[in-house]
């Protein structure tokens, strides 16, 4: 897909359409960061077994509650996560003390997703600023082969090296560096009614091939920022829909449905796992 051929959507009310979490109708859940799903190359997909893995990700508005979607779309057997965490980053691998908050879906500290399904977890109280970084942590007890994910992250996230489940802890023990984003495929936060979402949909140019690691200067981080600053759009989150080798009219091997699956996550985020 060339730069003509890139395309911004804005998902208003879509991205709200099932908003049984909401405090009040004064509030809504919009999306306030993404990652379009792929199927990861079978020699290069990661497997994890009584590991835990602490996943970076950089948010676009702040709110006070969150939840989170995983996906195991390209799985093809049951995606067991036994714990899950959130909470604000600090630096590097560690979050900031006082901010991890547990994860249930639909009341329960562990999920199973079924190949092909997707899970959005129950919202915890936790005040975010835009333009920060949020640490998501997930255990697998059982092996977990990372079929799903998103390869051009841009962004160093960590899985430990120490068996057993170190999701909860605030200094993450035995590091080491990852450069995609497994499974993890959307934040939300609750705003405002009047907030909404941009989704930046498009290929490589979208998704960031070419910027800095861990600088958070893909175009769509670019327009987040700038919005920011508008004392009129600073309500606005920007959700990155980019898959580097997306195309319009064609399915390429390593994004065949992904863009629309993607896509059409963001626009009707449900809330636990589904077919």
């Known amino acids: 897909m060339t730069k003509q051929l890139t395309v911004l959507i804005l998902a208003l009310a879509a991205l709200s359409a099932v ?25 290069s997909a990661q497997t994890f077994r009584n590991q835990t893995v602490r996943l970076v990700v950089h948010v676009s508005v702040g709110g006070k509650r969150v939840r989170i979607r995983l996906s195991n779309r390209f799985g093809d057997k049951p995606l067991v996560v036994v ?4 909470a604000r980053r600090a630096a590097g691998a560690d979050t900031v003390p006082g901010s991890d908050r547990l994860l249930n879906f639909g009341g329960s500290e562990s999920i199973t997703v079924a190949a092909g399904s997707e899970a959005t977890s129950d919202p915890v109280e936790l005040e975010i600023s835009a333009l920060s970084d949020l640490a998501v942590s997930l255990y697998f007890a059982e092996e977990a082969r990372a079929t799903t994910s998103h390869a051009l992250a841009l962004q160093t996230s960590y899985r430990s090296s120490d068996p057993g489940d170190v999701s909860a802890t ?46 958070n200067r893909r175009w769509p981080d670019v327009l987040a920022a700038r919005l920011h600053e508008s004392r009129r759009a600073h309500e606005l989150g920007v959700l990155n829909a980019g898959l580097i080798g997306n195309r319009l009219l064609h399915d390429s091997p390593r994004t065949a449905k992904s863009s629309a699956i993607s896509l059409h996550a963001i626009l009707r985020p449900e809330h636990h796992a589904r077919p």
């Open 83 to 86: 714990s899950a965490h959130v």
């Open 19 to 43: 908003d049984v979490g909401a405090a009040n109708t004064k509030d809504r859940w919009i999306g306030t960061w993404s990652a379009a799903t792929q199927p990861a190359r079978p020699e």
């Open 170 to 215: 605030v200094k993450f023990p035995g590091a080491e560096t990852m450069s995609n984003w497994p499974f993890l495929t959307g934040v939300e936060v609750l705003a405002p009614v009047r907030s909404a979402a941009i989704v930046a949909f498009g290929s490589s140019m979208t998704d960031g091939d070419g910027s800095s690691e861990d600088a």
